[in-house]
């Protein structure tokens, strides 16, 4: 019988869920890889039972025919230990820990106490850019009777469902407090004006149709023109506004926007229309902040919306200055520049 | 010292006699599967390593430890040591940013200290230190590695908005609130 075994983790939840889920979709859809009949969920104390119920919930939801087994242990490196019934068997499939003590431990006994010289032992990685499953496939070979065995390790790169939706990473960073965006197919005509003006006119001359025609607070205007510009885009996926960060409702931290795109990844963007140029450095400098998402940092962006005038005073600057992952841009390239990152 | 790009021609050519001890982490799990994939895929079987550490609040021993029971015990190092091995953009980052090391755990250390006079910060100033603060941090972080930095903050101001405590809280760096 192939089994699955998977650690869960009691941090970075989301992430560990949309792991198991994906993962399992994988074995269940791709011909490739063998059949498993059985999930085996590892878990130590510190994950809370409502942690096991949510990964239980998701192995449901990835395959409800699997025959589960949970086990809880003192420290998740007990698992791989020959004295007790659980250990590693030809067969089984491994969702790779994080590269700690049981990791070595895995493949030390791999090496040392296991031999399957007539299956194979499975490892999967599925790698933070959230697209790749890595699946290594481990055979246990000796060249003749008395020599020591070695071992081979095939790999192969399978894409995987993309199941992570920004909804459900900020309903548990925020409480749910943000508002959804909706897609549009136009903009409205005195929002798509004020696109016109920044294209050639002068930051009064859009601060004035900002106060005018939008609002009469500029930021708030300013908010309404990249909503719109958002709303067209058709690289996202999901578009969500006045995020507010915090563990309760006593007084949290407000950003402007959060979108996800096409390939998985979380832009943060936000927002300001502001004269002076070093408040718009100061901005930029805290965008290099990762938000508190439980997400892999490698694949979380963010964008300073701001006026023509400032976005491309910023990119005639020396690249030296310049912060990796942080882009700046004004409501003409806002869209663009999402397609490229 | 040599980068994993080079890592299969230099593996390519060994004498078959040579022994590999391997120390799992630092590293993602990407650079660790290619490395032990490499080894394993060349006929090498190597001996795995880990650090094995024993807390305690006036000590902490560390060893290096194999999963065939041997155990060597390391000796601490100072701090004078750790920057003698630096290279030079570590120590400047250090000096920039004030990190400190914690001979006991090993680790380096991110210790926040407030302004003199952090107790009549408003709700706005207060946001602008964290984003500061918590940007250092994690710069310090992604430098050093994750799990080889300690956060920790001075006793926070009475007067400060409990959600700043659990700004650091979230960000992984301890420290309380003060009476």
């Known amino acids: 019988m192939s089994r699955l075994i998977f650690f869960s983790q009691p941090t970075n939840t989301e992430w560990g869920l949309s792991k198991l889920e994906s993962t399992l979709r994988l074995f269940k859809n791709n011909k490739k890889l063998p059949a498993i009949e059985k999930l085996l969920l590892v878990h130590t104390p510190s994950v809370t039972a409502e942690g096991i119920e949510e990964y239980v919930q998701s192995q449901k939801t990835a395959n409800n025919k699997l025959e589960l087994e949970i086990l809880a242990l003192p420290e998740l490196a007990d698992f791989v230990n020959w004295k007790h019934n659980f250990g590693l068997r030809d067969g089984d499939w491994i969702v790779l820990p994080y590269p700690g003590i049981l990791f070595g431990r895995i493949f030390h006994e791999i090496i040392t106490s296991f031999d399957f010289r007539e299956g194979i032992i499975g490892l999967c990685h599925p790698k933070p850019d959230g697209v790749t499953n890595a699946i290594y496939g481990l055979t246990k070979k000796s060249k003749h009777a008395l020599a020591p065995s070695e071992i081979r390790m095939k790999k192969i790169d399978l894409e995987m469902e993309q199941l992570q939706t920004l909804r459900l990473i900020l309903e548990k960073s925020t409480n749910g407090k943000f508002t959804t965006v909706s897609f549009e197919s136009t903009i409205s005509q005195h929002l798509g004006k004020f696109v016109e003006i920044e294209k050639n006119g002068t930051y009064e001359e859009s601060k004035k149709y900002i106060v005018e025609h939008l609002d009469s607070n500029v930021g708030i205007g300013f908010e309404k023109v990249t909503q719109s510009v958002l709303s067209l885009n058709r690289n996202l996926s999901e578009i969500y506004h006045s995020v507010y960060f915090g563990n309760d409702n006593r007084g949290s931290q407000e950003e402007d926007f959060f979108v996800m795109t096409n390939s998985r990844k979380i832009i943060w963007i936000s927002c300001k229309f502001r004269e002076r140029y070093g408040l718009i450095e100061k901005e930029i400098s805290r965008l290099r902040l990762k938000p508190p998402l439980n997400f892999p940092k490698e694949r979380i962006y963010s964008i300073l919306m701001t006026s023509r005038t400032h976005a491309e005073r910023y990119k005639s600057e020396d690249i030296g200055g310049k912060i990796p992952g942080v882009f700046v841009c004004h409501s003409g390239t806002l869209n663009d520049t999402i397609s490229n990152i | ?179």
Request: aromatic share 12%; charged share 25%; hydrophobic share 35%.
């Open chain 2, 1 to 179: 010292m040599i980068s994993q790009e080079n890592l299969k021609e230099a593996i390519l050519g060994l004498d078959d006699n040579v022994e590999f001890h391997y120390l799992v982490g630092p590293g993602t799990r990407e650079i660790q599967l290619n490395c032990i994939s490499l080894l394993f895929n060349n006929s090498y079987t190597p001996t795995f390593w880990f650090i094995e550490e024993f807390f305690d609040k006036k000590k902490n021993k560390r060893h290096l430890t194999s999963y065939s029971e041997s155990r060597i015990e390391l000796v601490p190092m100072s701090e004078n040591k750790v920057h003698s091995i630096l290279p030079e953009g570590d120590i400047n980052f250090i000096q920039s940013k004030g990190v400190g090391w914690d001979i006991n755990f090993n680790r380096f250390t991110f210790k926040i200290i407030f302004p003199h006079n952090a107790s009549l910060l408003g709700k706005v100033k207060v946001r602008i230190f964290q984003d500061q603060v918590i940007q250092d941090f994690q710069d310090t972080k992604k430098r050093f590695g994750a799990h080889g930095v300690i956060g920790s903050h001075e006793p926070i101001p009475n007067t400060w908005p409990i959600e700043a405590l659990d700004r650091f809280k979230n960000e992984g760096i301890s420290g309380g609130r003060g009476q």
